[in-house]
């Protein structure tokens, strides 16, 4: 089956709650308005489900092929990507200057979300190069963004970003790769780099890799890599490609899933070394790849939400076709549709409360971005980023967490079936798996939470967050629906005792981070899943309200939303608590989740 | 790497758990006391590393194959079947007349534990050939126990169970096989059954089919199923093999895992009708098959803490080896191993904790099991009966739920090695998910712990669980060691707070199955969930109170009994809380998990 893009739930997120129109009103964004989002979200809706959803299961049976240091991608890859390209789709959110559509994040949102929710393995590539690019105009030099980003925004070249050695995964301190000076103000780059995703293929004409590496006599550990750009293909000075550079693809990985994306081993400089071109000042290096990082972070939260939603398409397909059993209310003597049965229609309500939530959380967040960027009010500008960085991580891994737990829940309502292969709910599954790894895991995500965005600023942002969702607890409380609705109770009273552990385990971060680093890092991923479910309840909390008051504009739509939040407050807020309980529990004595020694596992 | 059997582990759940010396003093089990045990279990953990686990990633790499009706099984299977079963390994557990060793089910469980650990898609063949043994033991006539058990306990011949057809998974109502009295007593048999596990191979002379099919005229519904013998090669008189019975293999699928254990599409009687010779009476054989199954769904459950044993293993083992990143707390400036990092211990000591839960409440119920069998009281053999009937939904549900989060948790440890198939992290997730699939669903279960379990003797057995429940937190509360030990107080807690969960929910299920099925069923997998968290957790405070008055005989292994006790009552338990909510919140006026209506999906 193929993927529609819910249009209609994805403009409602973006309109009622991540406020589209104060988006519009940004110097810059005069013409992203609703009627301009619209359209841009329905052609994408086309796009995506007439040329890109069609090629995932050939992509799963057919992936990209290694021979010879050649990549060939999936059969038809090259033709889609080429109709990507030809449409514009990779310059949605980049600047127009260098030929891009200028969009906000907002708009461009959604439209990442449809080209992963169609095709994971080959959306990747694009979201990679979105980071290469965003990397390159805040840190690049005039000569490399005029060099480099045109291209890149037409979809000429791709980019990957390059980080991981054997030794270097999560711990980039090990990189080893070297960087000489070869006197011309560049550089000769040699090493090895694993797990790059579209490290080689056939599908564009050059690729910029943007590579970490160390210069001669650069301190030890990451305050001693320096950024580089490493092209396939020199560019000469009239921006034609010259010489094959010295970066070679030497194998590709056989994996659990995303197939058709090739992660390759990149061998640089076997043949006398791979130019390099340095990309801002030496040893800065990872603070600029943090700026591809966290535009790749807040993709590959987007990518969580896009395979859930397609996973939750395909379980409802099936459980409204395949008929089995009777009505346990006895309703029905006849075996119905299983959609019918109370366990598959919860499952399938849970698929859908998580993956909305999880949209409107990341929808808001871009919006946060995109006022972070272009309001004219620096401190509007420094509030709204600060918000947006707190919950990228959140987004990051979040969203990749639900979307295991979706894309399994999506096999299970097929039951054997879906474990067939040619069903394609487990393809869901096995490609939604790296989501919570790449891009640094959701480990790596928490700590970002605990660290650089909780315990740097006292928790000042979170403590903006809360008084928010006091906002809109206060507004459920006072409506006139509140007394009469089981939904506005449930929601009320899940999201404020969610809200009070995300306010407690805030609190025990801040008090206990450095008498008990171990205990509250313990607790950290489950502090990342406490605050994914508020914070995506508190979403539902304001949908609620809306379709209560614009009910009648839509009945069947708003509600199916005031239906979702219920499901969300009675189905995951619960969780809160324990999560709560966990990080607290961590903190026993440590005997917790901690008390095993090395020995003992 | 290979697999060690944690036997030492398995001991303690049988001897200081499960009550092994009560059993032990059975009639029958003279000889199956704790110094028969050990050796039989040191020998299956021998066996069963050293022949089977060698084999697993092959079964993976080099699936079973199917050409022109012919499934020949990945290389080396044969072979290691062979010493399965000339070791006497299918026999264990059944009776002494027919060849087998007649020992007590808790014995047998963590022997079958071994080799679904060492190799879950072999070992998936003896798991089924044990159901057929048992289905027959019970139902069969004298005759037909003479022909076939003695070779299915030999593993001569083994056995597969045919219920599902392509209309009919888990609604059996919808079977269609006929069988048409053919004059001398027998039948032939007609249709299609599908998702047989090794329903052909080439690892034994013959396979006993059991097959549901109706006779003519026979009631619509499950009323009208009765169980059938139909052996591959027809069994003369004298026990030899003779024609080619008409039931062939005409394809196997392609699955997500177990991809060595080959499920077969077959047909029966395409050319004339299949022989096949009726067991029991007419009409009665989903009461059979149900034999069948009870036997096969507490194996799987036994699968589930088996791939999860595996995994955790696996992740350890990586854990203790990859050396990246810096202490959180600052107290060693060089990388260290990851399993130093909190974040990765936590996720390590879950999976422990969620495995030994599991295992420990698996091997009580198989003391209850035989019990319920064999003891001379036909009352306590009842009420025994009564609690392993109870168990039997949980341990399947319970135990194949958790072993999908377990093997993911395990792919997680890995960070990118975990997705590249060659780690062999990736195989345990994608075998491990189909447990939670056949031998029914979680939901159907859950629908039988609801059904049959609760409501039918009005939550009598539960009760007595709760009530040995409450005696244990007595003991936990009387401890001397209770008020310095944090271990006790959080295990005191939780289980206390789960305990009051369960109890609720059963009160829940009692008062509302009548007026509200729906939300009882769309809370029914919560419940099972619930029921094996509380369950599992008392198995933990049992286990603690031993560990804490023998800690001086053993101090290294009952400390880590005592923190995994303590990681369970911190990290898991407090889910219970947050089941009941959603269970409890599904029948607020039905708009939690069931307020969607079909279009609205």
Redesign the interface.
């Known amino acids: 089956m193929s993927y529609i893009a819910p249009v209609k739930e994805m403009l409602f997120a973006m309109q009622e709650l991540a406020d589209l129109e104060r988006v519009a009103a940004l110097p810059g964004f005069e013409d992203a308005g609703p009627d301009s989002a619209q359209a841009v979200l329905d052609e994408a809706a086309r796009f995506n489900a007439n040329v890109i959803a069609p090629l995932n299961v050939e992509g799963d049976v057919n992936p990209s092929s290694f021979k010879d240091g050649i990549v060939t991608a999936t059969p038809g890859f090259k033709e889609a990507f080429s109709q990507f390209v030809n449409g514009g789709w990779q310059g949605v959110v980049h600047p127009a200057e260098y030929g891009g559509q200028g969009l906000p994040k907002l708009i461009a949102t959604p439209c990442v979300e449809m080209l992963n929710a169609a095709n994971l393995s080959l959306a990747l590539c694009p979201v990679l190069t979105d980071g290469a690019i965003e990397a390159l105009l805040i840190a690049g030099s005039q000569a490399q963004k005029e060099r480099y980003v045109p291209k890149l925004i037409s979809g000429e070249w791709t980019g990957t970003m390059n980080l991981?050695e054997p030794?270097?995964?999560?711990?980039l301190?090990?990189v080893r790769t070297r960087a000489e000076p070869i006197g011309d103000g560049n550089y000769h780059i040699f090493g090895t780099k694993i797990?790059i995703s579209w490290g080689e293929h056939d599908m564009a004409g050059n690729i910029v890799h943007l590579v970490l590496a160390r210069l001669p006599g650069a301190p030890e550990g990451v305050k001693g890599l320096s950024l580089f750009i490493v092209p396939k293909f020199v560019v000469n000075e009239d921006g034609s490609l010259g010489a094959r550079n010295d970066v070679h693809c030497v194998s590709i990985?056989?994996?659990?899933?995303i197939k058709a994306s090739p992660t390759a081993v990149l061998q640089f400089g076997d043949h006398g070394g791979a130019i390099g071109y340095r990309v801002g000042e030496a040893n800065r290096g990872l603070e600029y790849m943090f700026i591809m990082m966290n535009a790749a972070r807040f993709g590959v939260g987007v990518q969580g939400i896009a395979v859930a939603d397609r996973a939750y398409q395909r379980a409802?397909a099936y459980?409204?076709d395949r008929?089995?059993?009777?009505a346990?209310?006895?309703s029905s003597k006849a075996?119905l549709?299983i959609?019918?049965?109370?366990?598959?229609?919860?499952m399938?309500?849970?698929m859908?409360a998580l993956t909305e939530g999880a949209r409107a959380l990341a929808y808001v967040a871009a919006a946060h971005s995109d006022i972070g960027h272009r309001h004219t009010d620096a401190s509007v500008r420094a509030d709204h980023q600060a918000i947006y960085e707190y919950l990228v991580p959140v987004v990051k891994g979040w969203s990749t967490e639900l979307a295991?737990e979706v894309a399994?829940l999506g096999?299970?309502v097929h039951?054997?079936?879906?474990?067939?292969?040619?069903t394609g709910a487990?393809q869901h599954?096995?490609d939604a798996?790296?989501l919570?790894?790449?891009e640094g895991?959701?480990?790596i995500q928490?700590?970002d939470l605990v660290g650089r965005k909780t315990l740097r600023d006292g928790g000042a942002v979170v403590k903006v967050l809360l008084a928010k969702i006091d906002e809109t607890l206060a507004a459920l409380w006072e409506h006139k629906s509140y007394e009469s609705s089981?939904?506005f109770?449930?929601l009320h009273k899940?999201l404020g005792a969610g809200r009070e552990s995300l306010a407690n385990v805030v609190d025990y971060v801040l008090t206990h981070a450095k008498d008990d680093?171990?205990?509250?890092?313990?607790?950290?991923?489950a502090y990342l899943k406490l605050a994914g479910i508020v914070l995506s309840g508190w979403q539902f909390a304001r949908a609620l309200l809306v379709a209560t008051d614009k009910r009648n504009d839509d009945p069947?739509f708003y509600?199916?939303k005031?239906?979702?939040a219920?499901?969300f407050?009675?189905?995951i807020l619960?969780?809160a608590?324990?999560?709560e309980?966990?990080i607290v529990?961590?903190h026993?004595?440590n005997?917790?989740?901690?008390?095993?020694?090395?020995?003992?596992?």
């Open positions: 991981t030794q270097a995964g999560s711990d301190a090990l797990f990985e056989h994996k659990l899933g409802v459980a409204k008929v089995q059993g009777r346990v209310d006895g075996p549709s959609i019918k049965h109370p366990d598959v229609r919860r399938l309500a849970t859908r295991n399994s096999v299970q039951g054997g079936m879906g474990y067939i292969e040619e487990a599954l096995r798996r790296i919570a790894i790449y895991t959701t480990a928490a700590n089981a939904a109770q449930a899940r680093p171990n205990a509250v890092f313990a607790g950290s991923v069947s509600d199916a005031v239906a979702t219920h499901c407050a009675t189905q619960p969780l608590t324990a999560l309980a966990a529990g961590a026993d004595g005997e917790g989740a901690l008390a095993l020694t090395d020995d003992q596992f």
